[in-house]
């Protein structure tokens, strides 16, 4: 039997965006049937360090399944901002060979799946954090979120019925706007209903109602219903109310936050239930609007969003998934989608970032795409669950919904 080594080509289908990376080896298809019933084990060595090995390396080994010409292993558990390099291997005539080793890096950021959400799933919930604790309202109820013991306690409920109400904190203290204003104290967990505007400029909307703070006072806006006007301006020191001379934009379950100084609001869906791209600026000192670039996926292509979830660290705003579409995907549907981003406002750009998905051992992968989910930030922590999955079948004309009680944790390193 004449003694050759196999000649064989390690690649990659494409820089991985979450923790896990699909790796092929193709093997040289004149040599492949001289071969191949001699491959006694085959597969991929990985690992944070070159010049990988099966004796000093992590091993996703494939076994002695016949290659056809080309094979494909899953790497899985990565990190993120981290340089990994990987090369397939050919066991054979009891030694182990060694295709050519490439490198790649994940991007930035890691999930973990904390404890679920313990009642019943909910979408268009608001969350916000107070005192290193999360808060989620939704409905009627209110629940808080334990970040050191990884558990979940209802609290006393909301006054009344929500539904894609909004939140925000202002020196420490939560309220939440639903067709009227509610402060939360947080030490009595007792709600205490705000004077609502007066009567020439009444708003009654309270369904997806977007918000934002800056200079001690918060700025609502959109949402179905009557809110949709004006932008109006809460000054909780002088318990005031007033409102922008410019009307702000007409869109309902957008995303709303601030940024040095300015207010931002992106994406939503407007009048006719058409989903929006638009990314907005409010500068709160001249008290006018500018347009910006639009909201745009991993592949630059603008993508119209809708449901969100948005939460800061470390002044950088993290922003995704949501229900639209994902230009650069053919024959996708609008869908919830999984993709997550953080916001260069130096650039004016929308960078991706680590995207949530789980692989089992039979090597699903499931993404973790969502709208009307649930978002906040506990110091350098970001937060996201619940909400629905959703899909529209072009075939049956109709709207499929899974509503999901995952909850998941991202940390920048």
Known sequence: MVEMEPAFVTSQHSDPEMNYIFLDAHIDEDQEPLIIDRIQDHG??????EENSMEHSKVVSLGKRKAHYAFSGLVKGLKGSTTYYARAYIQMNDQVYYANEISFRTKQGNWARMADFPG???????????????????????????????????????????????????????YVYCGGLWKYEA???????IESPQDEWRYLGCEGVTSFTSGGKAYLGGGRGNLNKNLLVYD???????????????????????????????????????????????????????????????????TE???????????????????GTDPGMAGTDVES??????????????????????????????????SGGVSFAIGNKGYMGLGVKKRYNSETEEIEEQLLNDFWEFSVK
């Open 305 to 323: 969003r809708t449901g969100m979830v948005c939460f800061q660290i470390e002044n950088r705003t993290y922003l995704g998934m949501g229900y």
């Open 187 to 193: 030490a009595q967990d007792s709600w205490i209903s």
């Open 44 to 49: 991929f060595v990985w690992s944070a360090e």
């Open 337 to 370: 989608q999984s993709d997550l981003y953080v916001y260069d406002h130096f650039e004016d750009q929308w960078k991706v970032r680590a995207i949530p998905v789980e692989v089992d051992e039979d090597i699903n992968v499931r993404y973790l795409g969502r």
């Open 120 to 174: 019943v799933s909910k979408m268009n919930a608001t969350g916000f954090s107070l005192n290193n604790k999360g808060y989620l309202v939704g409905g009627t109820e209110v629940w808080e979120y334990d970040q050191g013991a990884n558990s979940w306690s209802r609290k006393k409920d909301f006054p009344i019925e929500t539904s894609g109400a909004t939140s925000f904190v202002i020196e420490n203290i939560a």
């Open 236 to 302: 909780p020191d002088l318990n005031e109310w007033t409102y922008s001379k410019f009307q702000a934009p007409n869109v309902a379950f957008a995303s709303g936050f601030s940024l040095n100084g300015a207010g931002y609001i992106v994406g939503g869906t407007e009048s006719g239930n058409v989903l929006s791209s638009t990314v907005l600026r409010y500068n709160i000192p001249e008290g006018d609007w500018e347009w910006l670039e639009p909201f745009r996926n991993k592949n630059g292509l603008e």
